[in-house]
């Protein structure tokens, strides 16, 4: 009995040590499964929350839910993951598969009869265990390319049932190859107080990354001395079998003299912490570079749950004449991985006093922080910044078109986590131009955008979540609506759809109505190819007959366009 007990054990623990959950799912398709992305992958402002499984270039692969269950939740947006299907499982668990091309038919036609009902392309249904009922395998949906994606695939996630937390869906046992272990690109080490240097300067040292006898290393050449309070970054990716794509790695280990003093795991996360990437990441390198480094220390306002080693924040402090050895491991979860090792010779030499230059003022990361300098405010919220600030604010000229200077608001390079509220005054006294006033932001490339805002008691006042060159604009033109097959009237009689795109010079589109025959009917938006497209639906409008098109689109400030003629069909 007690060898039964041990053996037991014994198994059990294997199995923590693989790593792998002991839950077998069906394949989500029925193609093999090559990734152009995986969970924890670093994007904009988000990690990714499942992993994206390539079809083959194409739409229309029939997709499959991977437990019995029950379809939960359907929802239609124009972004995001744009049609997309969610199934409870018994096993405590829901799957999510996104950017789907179509519903299988009574899924499609249960979701157009609300659209219709509601009178709306976007939906987002939360249905009953009894309305669609699944078996383990049962297909759901063609694979496509809608909402956000750039490109056709299959976006599919497995979450905790309970709490909706996305976990890594490469601990499921999904048939998915990787013999490749991860490889690293760039190395960067940076003071992280005034007191810091790096081979002699206060700057940030940064350098690719070669191979010898199988471990990562700065090349022979460079030297690297230093003192003070550091941090490390790296530039890491893994990558699977039948891919090129750069994936995000397992989990970052870093040692100094061989004492582990940093470790994260990529196994789950919730959304509401998905934003604390941008303390995650070097958020500098990302905005001059579009370098997607990870920090191996932890700022102080970074409130993510990977992070399971934590030795004085994972920052590295040299204080003595001597050679510090550091090592980074990157791990897969198929348990490759990859190590970086290099020295840094301790310098106590002291730099000159730092003098700060500039008007500023220093922003605390745990305080509410306001500033006032008319016409401007700004208010920042406490816990919106992830660590203390040095805010610069400066003034430069109109251009572009902008009622008002523009006034460069902070940092580009430093990230904010919790929108913050700008105000700008304006002279604009006609009630009928107040309403069609914005903030507006000019970038780095000289391209002007709107950060949105509204008119309120003599200031136009906009929630913002980056910082930035700002001012006043005003929007009074309205979109453009343009068929892509020249004008509408005309026999249209054998076509399957109808399509325009729809385009507006700043605000943004907000709202698309189509009527035909004065009945609403459903227009479908793609957002990223300005596309609104319908396709004829016999079952509601009559064949081989004449009839009237209005077509209405609006901006965000009100400005709409009408789009008006008559066709057969």
């Not at 002991?22 to 394949?27: E, K, L, Q, V």
């Not at 939740?73 to 668990?93: L, W």
């Not at 006093?353 to 605390?364: D, L």
């Not at 902008?402 to 460069?408: A, I, K, N, R, V």
Request: proline share 4%; with cysteine.
């Amino acid at each position: 009995m007690r060898r039964l007990i041990l053996f037991t054990l014994i198994q059990l623990f294997i199995v923590q040590l693989s790593g792998q959950n002991s839950y077998s799912f069906h394949p989500p398709v029925n193609i093999p499964m090559y990734l152009s992305g995986n969970f924890g992958e670093i994007r904009s402002d988000h990690f990714h929350s499942g992993i994206d499984i390539k079809t083959q270039g194409t739409v229309g692969h029939h997709v499959f839910s991977v437990e019995k269950g029950y379809v939960s939740r359907i929802k239609v947006q124009a972004n995001g993951y744009g049609k997309s299907i969610y199934v409870t499982h018994p096993n405590g668990y829901t799957s999510v598969y996104g950017h789907l091309d179509r519903y299988r038919d009574d899924m499609a036609e249960y979701v157009k009869k609300v659209q219709y009902k509601r009178e709306s392309h976007s939906v987002d249904l939360y249905l009953e265990p009894g309305v669609f009922q699944l078996e383990q395998g049962e297909f759901l949906a063609y694979s496509g390319n809608t909402g956000g994606s750039s490109g056709p695939h299959l976006h599919f996630e497995i979450r905790t049932a309970s709490n909706q937390h996305p976990t890594n869906v490469l601990k499921y046992n999904f048939d998915i190859k990787d013999q490749r272990a991860p490889k690293f690109h760039s190395l960067f080490i940076y003071p992280l107080d005034q007191h810091g240097q790096i081979n002699g300067t206060r700057e940030k040292f940064s350098s690719s990354l070669v191979i010898d006898n199988g471990i990562y290393t700065i090349p022979w050449t460079t030297k690297v001395s230093a003192s003070g309070r550091l941090g490390i970054s790296v530039e890491v990716f893994d990558y699977l079998n039948g891919a090129s794509n750069r994936c995000g790695v397992y989990s970052l280990e870093f040692y100094i003299d061989d004492q582990l003093v940093y470790r994260h795991l990529m196994d789950e996360f919730a959304f509401s912490e998905t934003r604390y990437v941008n303390a995650h990441i070097d958020y500098e390198e990302r905005t001059r570079n579009s370098t997607k480094a990870h920090r191996l220390h932890r700022l102080p306002n970074d409130r993510l749950r990977i992070y399971d080693v934590l030795e004085n924040s994972g920052e590295l402090l040299i204080n003595e004449e001597r050679s510090y050895k550091m090592i980074i491991v990157a791990k897969d979860v198929a348990g490759n991985q990859s190590k970086l090792e290099f020295s840094i010779s301790g310098n106590i030499k002291q730099l000159p006093e730092y003098q700060a230059t500039g008007p500023h003022m220093i922003m605390k990361y745990n305080e509410s922080n306001t500033f006032d300098q008319d016409p401007v405010s700004v208010s920042i919220p406490k816990n919106a910044l992830y660590e203390d600030m040095k805010f610069i604010f400066e003034e430069a000229p109109p251009s572009h078109g902008s009622l008002t200077d523009f006034y460069h608001i902070g940092n580009e390079e430093i990230p904010v986590h919790l929108p913050y509220i700008l105000s700008i005054k304006t002279e604009v006294t006609n009630p009928d131009l107040q309403n069609k006033l914005l903030i507006v932001n000019l970038n780095d490339e000289n391209e002007l955008s709107s950060a949105g805002g509204e008119f309120s008691d003599g200031k136009v006042t906009a929630r913002l979540r980056s910082f930035g060159k700002y001012a006043i604009g005003i929007d009074t033109i309205a979109p453009e609506i343009k068929p892509i097959e020249g004008e509408m009237n005309g026999n249209r009689t054998g076509r399957k759809s109808i399509k325009f795109i729809i385009t507006d010079e700043l605000s943004d589109i907000d709202k698309y109505e189509g009527y035909i025959d004065n009945q609403w009917v459903l227009f479908e938006y793609d957002l990223k190819n300005d596309l609104l497209v319908y396709d004829f639906d016999n079952e509601r409008i009559k064949m081989n007959t004449e009839h009237e098109l209005e077509l209405y689109v609006t901006d965000s400030k009100g400005n709409a366009s009408l789009y008006h003629t008559k066709f057969t069909w």
